[in-house]
């Protein structure tokens, strides 16, 4: 059986807490980023008229209209996890001055990648703070042992 480490399982709890709000705020700026680059760029639904190639290196020609009536095609490159057939309707966006310059819009996969970091930023900050807590009450007893 081995001795208890309060003091080793403390730094083990802060560092669990630093390491959650790092991952916190690094998600934070992340989308903050993600967000500012595409501030004012228009938002539409395109249809995707061919898909080509397989696997990592799929590509797919999306056509959208811009509000002034203009066709724009554009090859994309989707997610691994989004599979594309001829037909579907994908968001667009696409900057005002450079419609030529469209991307499909990965706003659902940004959301799903927020959420799930920042449960588990929260899940490591709770945790950590837990074990700080019950480390440091640990060895406030030990310490009143000791005296007595």
């Not at 290196?57 to 724009?72: E, H, L, N, W, Y």
Request: hydrophobic share 45%; net charge positive.
């Amino acid at each position: 059986m081995s001795p208890e480490r309060p003091l080793t399982a403390a730094y083990a709890g802060v560092l669990l807490l630093i390491v959650g709000l790092a991952m916190g705020v690094y998600v934070w700026e992340l989308n903050r980023r993600e967000a500012e680059q595409v501030t004012g760029w228009e938002r539409t639904t395109g249809s995707v008229t061919t898909v080509f190639g397989s696997g990592s290196g799929t590509r797919a020609m999306v056509s959208f209209k811009t509000p002034s009536g203009d066709r724009i095609n554009f090859t994309a490159r989707p997610a691994v996890f989004y599979r594309l057939v001829p037909g579907d309707s994908v968001p667009v966006i696409y900057p005002p001055f450079e419609p030529t310059h469209a991307a499909i819009d990965p706003a659902v996969a940004r959301r799903w990648r927020n959420v799930v970091a920042g449960i588990a930023s929260a899940i490591l900050v709770g945790f950590g703070a837990y074990v700080a807590w019950y480390a440091r009450g640990r060895m406030l007893s030990a310490a009143m042992t000791n005296d007595q």
